[in-house]
């Protein structure tokens, strides 16, 4: 009885001798990747989360030197946060304060060359809309008008900025002496924005200055839906 059990133990250590000599490089090496692919992901969130946390400290500083108007100190930091932490949203913010913060001291340059890399590396789209959004703004004021409405024309963060983009766009259109088409702008915006929005009246006198009325002219529109 002894015997047979050995014989049969020995036949099943003979097989899984021939398995491993045939598969065992290629179980070895999908354990590897297997593992090595589940330590990556927990590492990679652990950096992503240290990352965070180093980007967050110096938005802490960054967000300092923007309160004591210290633009090239903000204009500093936010260079040291590209470099180190450009996937970072703290990076992305700190590319708005940084851009708000020169434009108050009048160096459109640095505030230009901020907005521009929040718009172009920026993860989310509400960070690369409201930074296109502000940078069109700077260009309208530098009189770039062409350079304004390309970056109007790459706003995607969803109506309301589509709205914003189309005020905007109005803006850049009247100061071109182009009227009819800031009109269809202004008109463009008003439509699409929330009628409960504060902001959405500074569009409407846009338009009144321009000769329109929208607001008689939706309410003629619903008396005659009746």
Do not use: C
């Not at 003979?14 to 090496?29: C, I, M, P, R, S």
């Not at 990352?51 to 100190?73: C, H, I, N, T, V």
């Not at 902001?199 to 309410?219: D, F, W």
């Amino acid at each position: 009885m002894a015997t047979h059990l050995d014989l049969e133990e020995q036949e099943q250590l003979d097989q899984l001798k021939a398995f491993w000599k045939q598969y065992g490089n290629l179980v070895t090496w999908v354990l590897i990747l297997v593992l090595g692919g589940y330590a990556a992901w927990n590492g990679w969130n652990l950096y992503q989360r240290d990352q965070g946390a180093k980007a967050g400290s110096l938005y802490d500083e960054l967000d300092r030197a923007a309160q004591e108007g210290d633009s090239e100190r903000a204009t500093r930091i936010f260079a040291d946060m590209k470099e180190r932490y450009p996937r970072a949203t703290f990076t992305q913010q700190a590319g708005l304060v940084a851009a708000r913060v020169a434009a108050e001291k009048g160096q459109y340059d640095a505030s230009i060359a901020s907005l521009a890399w929040v718009a172009d590396k920026a993860g989310e789209n509400e960070y690369r809309s409201i930074a296109r959004l502000r940078l069109a703004g700077l260009l309208l004021d530098t009189k770039k008008y062409e350079e304004a409405l390309k970056q109007l024309d790459g706003v995607d963060g969803g109506p309301e900025f589509a709205a914003l983009a189309a005020d905007r766009r109005g803006d850049v259109l009247l100061t071109e002496g182009k009227s009819a088409e800031a009109q269809a702008a202004y008109l463009k915006a008003w439509t699409a924005m929330d009628p409960k929005l504060d902001y959405r009246r500074i569009v409407e006198a846009k338009l009144n200055l321009l000769g329109v009325q929208p607001a008689a002219g939706a309410a003629s529109g619903v008396e005659a839906a009746k």
